[in-house]
């Protein structure tokens, strides 16, 4: 429910004036911990408070001095693409001791420190709640000591603290992700794509390592992402027997024309009775069992270097804005919190709750409750090691159910890199069902033209990692084909459509709907899945292709940037794909650090444009050497990219020069994120069972009959639940015009943005995070995990 606009300029309401913020990173580091960093510091000052870097975490607390150092604006320039931690981290004996506590308490005291922003794992996370606790009794010791007046115990007599998670693990309860770990799983599918080329070379088996000693997650999503032929994680250790299962597998795979072997270890794998299973072990029993040539891969710290991807800065920005409002709204009774992702949303929760559950994992796993442990790491987790077991492991034939049923899959519209993953993940998950599969080529355009065959099982091997389409697609929409569309559905007995694309997708869907009144052949189950780079379908908050296409821009703009180090001072002006609909302009925007994205959403004039060139003038000035515009391609008809080019260097002479980039259709190639392959192949393998589940509903005397509205559904995500929306629902949602959906959630992502860039705006915290208990966090019929 909507707040009162009083509430939507929180600077007002929400001063930070006389408050001071320290932030630092503990424990190991991850990337995207100086974005969050950065958006600590900004959103701090812009509040009116004193910031200060708590520099090599702990220890830095504990030593004083120029450890900790008051922040600037300008401090936190530059940062956004690096990777690591710029303030350092470091593990400190001397904080678990009482007297390391009183040292570090009387260091923050002397500087006025009273909140605290802590970004690390549960270890870090749980000494920070420690210290809150003893906070009073640490001030009653200063002032025995003679440290501290007595009034300072009075005047600071509350330690409010903020937590973020950041682990490249994903081991923390009660975030579906943490700090670092998207990026992680960017170092280990480039590593895994590279691998695949040399080992197909070569009929190679290789087993790759990765990090997780007690969390297996990087090896299961990177197994889901790479179609790997076996993963071991420490949540699930394999049955007795594995080793003559694995190499059966691995040998039948080889026997279909397979030249090549994927298996995944995490670093803590082991059996059912707590034995370690090492990659060096896989790989000798792969060796000694099959004879096949084999190698082996230890990815080890290159899974924590590297630069961070778009999700995890646009993650750890709106983390770092909501830690933020969280030590502004926080009182002395207030439980010190945690930042967490749920869905798509921001959620508070208490950190002792989700400390507590993530032992709870630990503890489960070494009394041997594998499936208990299972549970506890959430429902994403569990949906993610569902969805490897249906699509790595084949059933025989003897096993699989009969259903008769027959499945036509294909694209539509413009081709969007983890569209193969989600044909992959149907197919597959449509044979298990016990359906008969049919890829369709080039959209609605090879439909009428009769170019279906059916598709196996082996036919989509290794097909997760390509990128564009390789069923091929036409934005051709139906209604002019529809009685040859018919004449093919009843050729091959067609029972059920998976329909995967953007715009054209939904308004194909739309138009078969019509034509239930007239052709029979179109009364049944059919579903779309929103796949296109620029995110405009209504109905949902992600579609498939969207995170590629931001790496690709925010990976651009750093080369831009990087290109004008060293020289004078330079702005960059950069042109970005998408239509009408400015998602990738804006959260790119907030991904590369931009000062300002202009897009058809928020309309603009000559004034907005010669303000926006006055404030980079003065940053120019004063501090920055490089600046970042982005333009939506349809932002304005007159307006052109050209045009602010032009007056940003009419307007700029004397203070910076000028640059302008079009990326055009780069954003749309290349191999698909982890992201989108993950996306891509749960929502589709969801989508399947959907459609396999309405089969069943529909099925009545020897005939698939469908004609209600819920028939004929898309599959998106809103806030924290993937959800099956009627299509004829969603016109009410859709501006057909430009595109795009009447209302959508990332436009709250702008005034960040803009606050980030240093411009006053008004910021709506209707929105922000409420506390919340770890049990409540995710909703009960869904899997509510947007990334993994």
Known sequence: MAQPDSKKIFFENLS???????????????????????????????????????????????????????????????????????????RCKEFRSHEGRLKAAHNLV???????????????????????????????????????????????????????????DNDFCGTDMTIGTDSALHRIIEVVDAIMTTAQSHQRTF??????????????????????????????????????????KLSATRSRGTRLNIIIVAEGAIDRHGKPITSSFVKDLVVKCLGFDTRVTILGHVQRGGTPSAFDRILASRMGVEAVLALLETTANTPACVVSLCGNQSVRLPLMECVQMTQEVQKAMDQKCFEEAVKLRGRSFENNLRTYKLLAHRKPESELPTSNFNVAVLNVGAPAAGMNAAVRSAVRVGISEGHKMFAVNDGFEGFYKGQIKEIKWGDVGGWTGQGGSLLGTKRTLPAKHVDKIAEQMRKHNINALLVIGGFEALECLLQLYEARATFEEFCIPMCMLPATISNNIPGTNLSIGADTALNAIVETCDRIKQSASGTKRRVFIIETMGGYCGYLATVGGLAAGADAAY????????????????????????????????????????????????????????VFDCRKNVLGHMQQGGAPSPFDRNFGTKISAKAMQWLSQKLEETFRRGRVFANTEDSCCLLGMRARTLVFQPVVQLREETDFIHRIPKEQWWLKLRPLMKILAKYKTSYDVSDSGQLEHVIHTRPKESDASVAM
């Open 110 to 168: 002397q500087r006025g420190i009273t909140n605290l922003c802590v970004i690390g794992g549960d270890g870090s996370l749980t000494g920070a709640n420690l210290f809150r606790e003893e906070w009073s009794g640490l001030l009653g010791e200063l002032v025995e000591q003679g440290l501290i007046e007595a009034d300072a115990v009075q005047k600071y007599s509350a330690l409010h603290i903020v937590g973020m998670v950041g682990s490249i």
């Open 599 to 654: 897009i058809y959403e928020e309309p603009f004039d000559i004034r907005e444009l010669q303000a926006n060139v006055e404030h980079l003038t003065e940053k120019m000035k004063t501090s920055i050497q490089r600046g970042l515009v982005l333009r939506n391609e349809n932002s304005n008809e007159n307006y052109t990219t050209d045009f602010i080019y032009q007056l940003y260097t009419e307007e700029g002479k004397g």
């Open 207 to 248: 087993v790759l390592e990765v990090m997780g000693r007690h969390c297996g997650y990087l090896a299961l999503v990177s197994a889901l992402a790479c179609g790997a032929d076996w993963v071991l994680i420490p949540e699930m250790p394999p049955e007795d027997g594995w080793e003559e299962k694995m190499c059966q």
């Open 16 to 90: 930070g004036a006389g408050k001071a913020i320290a932030v630092l990173t503990s424990g190991g580091d991850a990337q995207g911990m100086n974005a969050a960093v950065r958006a600590v510091v900004r959103m701090g000052l812009y509040v009116g408070a004193k910031v200060y870097f708590i520099h090599e975490g702990y220890q830095g607390m504990v030593d004083g001095g120029e450890n900790i150092r008051e922040a600037k604006w300008e401090s936190v320039s530059s940062m956004l693409q690096v990777g690591g931690t710029v303030i350092g981290s470091a």
